[in-house]
C-alpha cells in the first residue's frame, strides 16, 4: 500500500521490485559522469528512507537473481514534498519505473506510457511508481516540469542526491522497471524501452503472488 504523510520522512522504510522475463531489450542508457549530481536547493531531489535487502544489481531479465526476493520498505517524497510510503507485501502490487531526466530513452518512453495508462488503466490492487533518479540539471529538462508536461498520471517520487532508491533497486542503466506481487515478492525486472505486451505483462505479474513465471509466454 502507498501511504501519503505531509510530516517529513517518517519509519524506515524499503524497497521494490521486479524479477525475470525473456524480453528483448531496447539499448538503455547507463548513468553519466562528470557533473555534479542532485539538486542541493531539495527540489528535484529528496530524502529517502530504505530498510531491508537491497536488490542486486540488474544484469538482464533472463535468470534475474532478484527474481523471488522481498522487497523492503521506503520513504520518499513527492515534488510538492508530501511523503510517500510504499510498503510491498500488504496485499497491493507494485510496478516500479525509474527515469532519468535527461535520458533519451526515458524521454521516448513516458509518452507511450501515458497512452497506454491512459488507454488501458491499471489494474484494481496495483500501485504504478515513478521514481525520478540521476539527477544532472546541468542536463536541462528538469524532472519534476518533464513529467508535469508529459501528464504523468501516477505517484512519482524523488531518488535522493545519492541515488539510494536506484542502488536499492539495482539499477544500471534507463528506463528501469520493477515488478513487485502482492505478497512483496520480486517477480521481475527489465530494462530499455518496453513493448506493449511487456508492460501488460508486468501489470499482470503485480497483481500475482507465490511462484514466478520466466517470461511473459509462461502459464
Known amino acids: 500500500m502507498i501511504e501519503e504523510n505531509r510530516s517529513g ?3 524506515t522504510v524499503a524497497i521494490v521490485l521486479m524479477g525475470a522475463v525473456a524480453l ?4 538503455a542508457w547507463t548513468l553519466g559522469g562528470g557533473e555534479s549530481t542532485g539538486d542541493l536547493d531539495g527540489l528535484e531531489t529528496g530524502p529517502v528512507v530504505v530498510a531491508g535487502e537491497g536488490l542486486p544489481a540488474f544484469v538482464e531479465t533472463s ?11 521506503f520513504d520518499a517524497t513527492a515534488f510538492d514534498g508530501r511523503e510517500v510510503l510504499v510498503r510491498p507485501g500488504g496485499g497491493s502490487g507494485y510496478l516500479l519505473a525509474f527515469f532519468a531526466h535527461w535520458c533519451p530513452h ?14 488501458g488503466g491499471i489494474p ?3 500501485e504504478v511508481v515513478a521514481v525520478s533518479t540521476a539527477v544532472h540539471l546541468e542536463r536541462g529538462n528538469p524532472p519534476r516540469a ?11 517520487v524523488r531518488d535522493d542526491d545519492a541515488g539510494t532508491l536506484a542502488d536499492a533497486f539495482g539499477l544500471r542503466s534507463f ?5 513487485v506481487g502482492t505478497d512483496g515478492r520480486v517477480r521481475g525486472r527489465l530494462s ?10 508486468a501489470l499482470d505479474q503485480a497483481t500475482r503472488s507465490g511462484a514466478v513465471p520466466t517470461g511473459p509466454d509462461s502459464t
Open 9 to 11: 520522512p517518517g519509519r
Open 24 to 27: 528483448a531489450l531496447v539499448a
Open 63 to 73: 535468470g534475474d537473481e532478484a527474481v523471488g526476493m522481498v522487497a523492503p520498505d
Open 106 to 119: 526515458c524521454q521516448a518512453e513516458v509518452p507511450k506510457l501515458v497512452e497506454w495508462i491512459s488507454r
Open 124 to 126: 484494481s490492487g496495483v
Open 146 to 156: 518533464w513529467l508535469d508536461a508529459e501528464g504523468w498520471p501516477t505517484t512519482v
Open 175 to 179: 528506463p528501469y522497471f520493477v515488478v
Open 192 to 201: 530499455g524501452g518496453l513493448r506493449s505486451e511487456a508492460w501488460e505483462w
